[in-house]
């Protein structure tokens, strides 16, 4: 079966493996500055080198620090890449955040947003995470309102469900939906099913499951000729053509592995 490498947000053509930041730009706990910010620079530098053009953040990595380094990586690329950042989940001590999906936070998010990626208008702008005090179409209809006011292109909500998803387009376009998806977690099966089929962007987060793979995942792999990481990122590109996976890492060997997905294929994904 042949895939397409890419899937189009609005105009802009995306190749499907695309670079999530948030553990390569934050020290431990997703918490305060990188230990080493020109290994961060480098690597996202490469990974656009190679053709990635998806760079995810989010203002809760760090926080802030993360949408600072990719502003500086990207700066000489700008044209060239969508960056997505997101807002909506306060991290207010290492390893621990909080959703706040009240309007009035929103637009104070957004404003930091810009002001960190010194921009006019975000490229893809999630709601973070679903508040669970405030109802979705009330969050979303504030970024829908600020996007009218110029400030966000696309629009997208992460960590949701199908349902939150049926009810978030009632009050605006939905560009992409982020959640997390990968070979050894399906649990966004449907999720991606109903984008796929409305032809919204299914970001899949945590593609690599952290690097941490069971026992048929790697024999599988290993059968194969390539790593696990390999087998699941090629995997999530055959499952559906919206998907475009995000894998994070913070060394150059690592990330030409994950690059290589596109042209690995099995003979069969699951155990025979
Ligand atoms: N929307 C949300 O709520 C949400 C939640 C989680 C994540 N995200 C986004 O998704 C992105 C990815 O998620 P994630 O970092 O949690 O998970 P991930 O991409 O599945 O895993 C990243 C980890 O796997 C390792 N890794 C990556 N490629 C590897 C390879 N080829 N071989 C060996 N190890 C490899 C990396 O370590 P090395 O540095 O050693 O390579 C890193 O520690 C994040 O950066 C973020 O942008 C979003």
Do not use: C
Request: proline share 5%; aromatic share 8%; net charge negative.
């Amino acid at each position: 079966m042949k895939t397409n490498k890419t899937f189009k947000i609005g105009d802009f053509e995306i190749n499907r493996i695309g670079f999530g930041t948030m553990r390569v730009t934050t020290g431990s706990g997703i918490w305060g500055d990188t230990p080493n910010k020109e290994n961060a620079i480098n690597v996202i530098r490469t990974a656009i080198e190679h053709g990635v053009n998806f760079i995810d953040t989010a203002d809760a990595y760090g926080p802030y620090t993360s949408e600072l380094l990719v502003e500086e990586a990207v700066r000489p690329y700008k044209d060239q890449v969508m960056i997505a950042t997101k807002g909506g989940f306060i991290k207010y001590q290492p390893g621990a955040v909080l959703p706040n999906g009240h309007p009035y936070y929103l637009r104070t998010a957004l404003e930091g947003s810009l002001r960190r990626m010194n921009t006019d208008s975000i490229d893809l702008y999630f709601l973070h995470k679903v508040d669970p005090n405030i109802p979705i179409e009330e969050s979303v209809g504030a970024l829908a309102q600020l996007q009218r006011e110029g400030k966000i292109k696309h629009l997208g909500i992460s960590n949701v469900t199908p349902e939150e998803l049926k009810r978030a387009q009632s009050v605006a376009t939905i560009d992409a939906v982020q959640n997390a998806f990968n070979y050894a977690d399906r649990n966004a099966e449907d999720l991606v099913r109903a984008t796929s089929a409305r032809d919204i962007a299914f970001i899949a987060h945590t593609p690599v499951a952290r690097g941490n793979w069971n026992d048929p995942t790697v024999t599988k792999a290993g059968k194969e000729g390539m790593t696990s990481n390999q087998l699941a990122l090629s995997w999530l590109l055959h499952f559906a053509p919206n998907i475009i996976a995000i894998p994070g890492t913070s060394s150059q060997t690592h990330l030409m592995e994950n690059l290589q997905s596109y042209t690995l294929k099995p003979e069969s994904y699951e155990e025979a």
